[in-house]
């Protein structure tokens, strides 16, 4: 899977590369984990030193065979907005998965259905 990290206005510290691997992209990973899926994460900063609420978290994720995801999610600052960022795509990802799943399954028995890898 390729991770694209940037920031907009503002600059993407270690610490915070970290933050976004640690709480977005290993959460992540479990739906995009082929090679050809990708992430692309953006944290802006709107208003620049003027203040408020205008840190930004803009992800976009493509996998094979699956539509474009994207997310984007504002808060006062970057962790808040991360944080509901992946818990916005959770949900997606998740329900976009299960629909795959349900459809390739769909009229199959029960003990064969458990046996059909997801995609």
Same mark, same amino acid.
């Given at each position: ?45 709107? #208003? ?9 978290? $803009? ?6 065979? *699956? ?11 970057? *962790? ?10 959770? $949900? ?22 458990? #046996?059909?890898?997801?995609?």
């Amino acid at each position: 899977m390729k991770v694209l990290m940037r920031g907009v206005h503002l600059t993407l510290t270690e610490s915070l590369r970290d933050y976004l691997q640690e709480h977005l992209v290993r959460h992540i990973e479990r739906y995009a984990d082929d090679e050809a899926a990708e992430i692309d994460i953006s944290l802006v900063d709107i #208003n620049g030193p003027k203040g408020g609420v205008d840190k930004e978290c $803009r992800v976009t994720v493509r996998m094979p065979n *699956f539509a474009s995801v994207h997310v984007t999610e504002r808060a006062e600052t970057l *962790f808040p907005a991360i944080d509901a960022a992946r818990d916005r795509l959770e $949900r997606t990802l998740r329900k976009a998965v299960d629909k795959r799943r349900d459809v390739h399954t769909d009229g199959l028995p029960d003990d064969v259905a458990a #046996n059909v890898p997801s995609y």
